[in-house]
């Protein structure tokens, strides 16, 4: 019981809110290098493309987690009721 609330409440609105900072934190990313990109004084820079990469993955990774602890949940709460 305690397994499904942990799953149920708290990771579930832990990696949920980790989707949303490290959304965030990726349109920031794209921002910065679209803004490079249309700047006509500077190329993009590659540190802007290494951003811009690594908020991707990042953001990729925490929904991921998310999508794995929903099946989880749907998992569990299967086996709990057929028991």
């Keep these: 019981m305690r397994a499904k609330q942990w799953l149920q ?4 609105t832990r990696l949920e809110a980790e989707v949303r900072r490290r959304a965030k934190e990726l349109e920031q990313a794209q921002q910065a290098l679209f803004s490079a990109r249309i700047a006509s004084l500077r190329e993009q820079s590659t540190a802007e ?5 690594r908020a991707r ?12 602890l929903k099946k989880w949940n ?8 057929r028991s």
Aim: glycine share 0%.
């Design 9 to 12: 409440n708290e990771q579930r």
């Design 49 to 53: 493309q290494t951003l811009f990469h």
């Design 57 to 68: 993955r990042a953001f990729d990774e925490a929904q991921e987690k998310l999508r794995t």
């Design 74 to 81: 749907r998992e569990l709460t299967a086996a709990w009721t």
